[in-house]
């Protein structure tokens, strides 16, 4: 700082104009960076500037600002030019700005100060703006803010007053959908002015209800903001100016929040509570009943270290003195071991079963690119439990972390490590019954600290450590203990006959198991199901107990635990949940009735296997309906045709199955905040109602590159798969979760999943990178469509028919036409609409009945002939469907869009020949039938991308 106020001294009588100017939490400003300064006169309005984005704020779009010298910036047309007669306190009607400092400011006469104005749309600044946002509004992280306006009273004095200057800046910036207002203040060294009072900091929407002021306006207090902070950070307030004023400081109309809302479960990385007020002084958090210390609290936050934990699906609840405030849930998972990566006898250790009489492990370390290039700190999490077999209650459950103490270790030069189990745990005065689950963490001492939300340790290695007399008699006595199967078999989900062997980590509802996945070779993978080629999982939906169930390299299911069938558990791992009750009553009981070593046999073997069946297993037979490209619906009877509508229309609706799927259609890029009048059109949100589950919403946003998703109206808070941080979520990462089994997950930068445990049910979203088109994969239950009298631009099973009945006859690619007026009667009303719309958007702002796209015919007809017609022919050789890759490429002009017809297709032939094969397992296996219930499902693609019109 010093060094520019000498520099000022030499440059008296001159203006700042050729200098970028650094102030601390500033973002750069000066003529240097391209700033206008204000005219020097009193008083001063500028006329008004247009902006480059519509900017939000308070319900109201504004496409032009003005800057007021009095320390406002304005939106609207309302100022008050009389300057020496200030009009008093907000709320104010029709006077629409926001106010950083609205005081009696003079620069007319005094060359030493200015106010330099300026837009931002360069990624740097935009990024330092990002930064102070997601600063103040955690639960915003996902957004990148993509234009700002940036005002700067830069010493500036008061009119005739006494001496004294005042530096500060004020910011608003949009992500093009949510709006923020930030104020940053660097000196205030003079509050009153001529006009006898004293300055207001705030804003006002001008409708007599939107109004803020900060309490320290009107006194000479004001000048204190300069170490005040709504945010944690001196001088700096950060406000979120969309909606309505209840949101302007605390968001709070959404309730407690956390971010992240899951993470490791064994702790030691920053979570932050947000989404209501934090103006009590004093405040407890508490998570799974364990109360968490040194807590930072900010005005619009509360940030925590997350302590390690049992895992699962936790609350976190906040009290003020003793007073409950609030509470959300915290997923605290078990992150994938993976200590293959660095061990040689990682398939002796890991998940293993161990005895105490042993003494200690040794781990062998190879030497490979990740031994040699980190340092690693060596950290064991342990937790201790006991189980009353006669009841199935866990008691004297405990935990802890302990720190080696090897400091930063090249493991390759180590070679080996034995960790005696007594630098762990006591061993001579234990129960015997006492089991010991030791998690050996291998943490990365980054070069680099880059913020990863729930960073977990990055290599794991779980071993259970039992004393030797229990490991030999817990299997006798388990079994005597144990009930009939049958309990569990009537909870667990039936499995599905036969898998896709393109192995995905979700099929028909259940998630691949990490013990034996399809995705990887086998080896140590599928050892303990030898003849297995990959298991899936899913939890029962009733109680613990969850199904297991396994497949041979064809797909097909395994029903003999001699050929590596699954086997039930009755206490699901629930996908990655850490639960010690399957520790205790699925795990220990294999080793110890499998795997003994002082009276190994068969018949022990087999003594776990009747009370760990298989379960059984359901054909599902799905029926593709196909489509994709340009506005392309499959029919859920196998049809397809094109609608080009623009709007939100009903896509499929059952009101017998309460189930419910609405798109919003709009040309390709209507969605920016700048249409153009581009014909091509794309569903670009969409949003489904399933019974009684959470509401789910998906909009895509091509200019911010980015899926907003919002559950029940809340926006979901996750930190998208990017380039860069994909290594840390490797294959897919769980977004969402809920108690009734709807799972959200990104699949990959662009493909994202929804499934409902339940009924199979499963959404598969793919976006094109470049955010313009948005592909829907339906694979429905058959008889959920077939019983519930589904309407919509879907159809029902015979084809398209109107909500009263009326069949449409016929419904192709060609005659999209006379199917124009089809489309159009399913668009939906705001009554009927199940979306939720941002303020100041509403269902309105995404209609557009006048709109008439131009028909295949005549879009044929006009590039017949042409080299544009050759390119597109070219480009879609080799498709199933070629017609309606043409027709895409046609209309875009853009060859690659061939490449999701092509994405498309792979699908198609995918689930033909899985449908092949289950109508020949159901013909071939009559005896069967009666045991294996035939339930079908449907799949229907809505890959509606393009709606045009050409002339
Ligand atoms: C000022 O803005 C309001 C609301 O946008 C509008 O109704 C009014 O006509 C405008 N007045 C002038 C003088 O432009
Ligand atoms: C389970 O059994 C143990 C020992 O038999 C007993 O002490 C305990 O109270 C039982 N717990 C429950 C929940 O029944
Ligand atoms: C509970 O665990 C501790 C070791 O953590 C052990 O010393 C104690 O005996 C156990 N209590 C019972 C009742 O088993
Ligand atoms: C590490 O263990 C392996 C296998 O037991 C042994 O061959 C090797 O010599 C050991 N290395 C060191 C440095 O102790
Ligand atoms: C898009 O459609 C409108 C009529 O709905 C038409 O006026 C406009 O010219 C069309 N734009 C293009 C690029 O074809």
Not at 552 to 568: D, P, V
Not at 642 to 656: A, C, D, Q, R
Not at 744 to 749: E, H, K, V
């Amino acid at each position: 700082m010093i060094h520019w106020q000498l520099f000022l001294f030499f440059l008296v009588g001159r203006t700042f104009a050729q200098q970028s100017l650094n102030i601390n939490n500033f973002v750069p400003f000066g003529s240097a960076v391209g700033d206008k300064t204000l005219e020097r006169r009193i008083d001063f309005v500028t006329g008004p500037i247009p902006i480059k984005f519509r900017f939000p704020f308070f319900n109201q779009w504004h496409d032009e600002i003005k800057l007021w010298s009095h320390g406002l910036i304005l939106f609207g047309n309302i100022t008050y030019n009389l300057p020496h007669t200030p009009p008093g306190p907000f709320p104010l009607r029709n006077f629409i700005c926001a106010a950083p400092y609205w005081a009696d400011t003079d620069i007319a006469q005094d060359l030493q100060s200015d106010i330099f104005y300026r837009e931002v749309d360069d990624v740097e600044t935009l990024s330092q703006i990002t930064s102070m946002v997601r600063n103040g509004f955690p639960q915003f992280t996902t957004y990148r803010m993509l234009w700002a306006f940036v005002a700067t009273w830069y010493r500036v004095p008061g009119h005739q007053s006494s001496p004294g200057r005042n530096t500060f800046q004020a910011i608003i910036t949009t992500n093009g959908f949510y709006s923020f207002t930030i104020f940053t203040y660097h000196q205030l060294q003079w509050s009153a002015g001529l006009w006898g009072g004293y300055p207001q900091i705030g804003f006002n929407a001008g409708d007599q209800v939107n109004y803020f002021t900060l309490e320290k306006s009107f006194s000479p207090d004001v000048v204190e903001v300069v170490n005040d902070s709504n945010i944690g950070v001196p001088g700096q307030f950060v406000f979120h100016t969309t909606g309505n004023i209840s949101d302007v400081e605390c968001n709070s109309v959404e309730g407690l929040q956390s971010m992240p809302f899951r993470g490791s479960m064994y702790g030691g990385y920053e979570f932050r509570l947000s989404g209501i007020c934090f103006n009590q002084s004093d405040y407890t958090v508490e998570i799974d009943g364990q109360q968490i210390v040194n807590c930072q609290i900010a005005p619009s936050y509360i940030s925590c270290m997350m302590p390690m934990t049992y895992g699962g699906r936790l609350k976190i609840r906040l009290y003020s003195e003793r007073r409950p405030i609030g509470e959300t849930d915290f997923l605290a998972i078990e992150p994938e071991h993976n200590a293959h990566l660095i061990l040689h006898n990682y398939h002796e250790l890991d998940d293993s079963v161990q005895q105490t009489d042993n003494d200690q492990f040794a781990l062998q370390f190879q030497s490979n690119a990740i031994t040699n290039n980190y340092l690693f700190h060596v950290v064991v999490y342990y937790y201790g439990a006991q189980m009353w077999l006669n009841n199935g209650t866990i008691h004297n459950r405990t935990h802890s972390r302990i720190d080696l103490g090897l400091g930063p270790r090249n493991l390759s030069l180590l070679q080996n490590l034995t960790i005696r189990y007594e630098s762990i745990f006591s061993i001579i005065d234990q129960p015997v019954d006492r089991t010991h689950l030791l998690t050996i963490a291998f943490e990365v001492v980054r070069p680099s600290s880059r913020i990863v939300w729930a960073a977990v340790p990055l290599i794991l290695l779980r071993i259970i450590v039992v004393a030797a007399v229990t490991f030999e008699s817990y299997c006798p006595l388990w079994h005597a203990f144990e009930p009939n199967p049958q309990i569990y078999i009537n909870q667990i989900p039936p499995c599905p006959c036969r898998v896709l062997t393109t192995w995905s980590e979700n099929q028909l509802g259940f998630t691949a198991d990490g013990a034996c996945d399809g995705r990887y070779p086998l080896g140590k993978n599928c050892m303990f199901h030898q003849g297995a080629s990959g298991c899936y999982r899913r939890k029962s939906n009733t109680g613990n107990a969850g199904a297991q169930c396994c497949y041979n390299s064809q797909g097909a299911w395994i029903s003999n635990w001699e050929n590596g069938a699954g086997t039930l558990d009755a206490y699901s791992p629930d996908g990655s949940l850490l639960s010690l009750g399957h520790i205790f009553s699925d795990v220990i009981p294999y080793f110890s009735c499998c795997k003994s070593i002082l009276s190994p046999s068969k018949e022990r073997c087999k003594q776990y296997m009747n009370k760990r069946p298989p379960g059984r297993c359901e054909n599902l037979l799905p029926l593709p309906a196909g489509g994709n490209g340009d506005p392309h619906f499959t029919t859920l009877n196998g049809g397809s045709y094109t609608f080009n509508g623009y709007g939100e229309y009903t896509l499929i609706k059952s009101t017998v199955a309460q189930f419910e799927v609405q798109v919003r259609l709009a040309p390709v890029n209507a969605n920016s905040p700048s249409p153009s009048s581009d014909n091509a059109t794309a569903i670009v949100a969409f949003v489904i109602r399933n019974g009684n589950q959470s509401l789910v919403q998906f909009e895509m946003f091509r200019i911010q590159k980015m899926i907003e998703i919002r559950v029940n109206g809340r926006t979901i808070e996750y930190t998208p798969l990017t380039t860069e941080n994909i290594e840390f979520f490797t294959t897919s990462q769980l977004i969402y979760s809920d108690d009734h089994q709807l799972n959200i997950r990104q699949t990959s930068l662009t493909s994202f999943e929804i499934s409902y445990g339940e009924t199979s049910m499963q959404f598969i979203v793919n976006a094109r990178s470049a955010f313009d088109f948005l592909d829907l994969l339906f694979i429905l239950p058959r008889d959920l469509m077939k019983n519930g009298q589904p309407r919509g631009l879907m159809g029902d099973l015979d084809g398209l028919v109107y909500e009263n009945g009326t069949r449409v006859l016929s419904a192709t690619m060609t005659n999209d036409q006379s199917l124009f007026e089809y489309g159009e009667s399913w668009r939906t009303t705001s009554a009927t609409s199940l979306f939720y719309y941002n303020s100041p958007n509403s269902y309105a702002t995404y209609q557009n009945t006048k709109y008439r796209p131009a028909f295949h015919q005549t879009l044929l007809q006009k590039y017949n002939g042409t080299s544009r017609f050759t390119m597109a022919q070219q480009s879609c050789q080799n498709l199933k469907d070629s017609q309606r890759c043409v027709y895409d490429v046609l209309i875009t002009n853009d060859p690659t869009l061939s490449l999701m017809h092509k994405q498309f297709d792979t699908n198609m032939v995918t689930w033909e020949s899985y449908i092949k094969q289950v109508e020949e397992d159901i013909a071939n296996q009559p005896s069967k039938a009666t045991t294996n219930t035939i339930s079908k499902l449907l799949i229907g693609w809505a890959c509606a991308h393009l709606f045009f019109i050409f002339h």
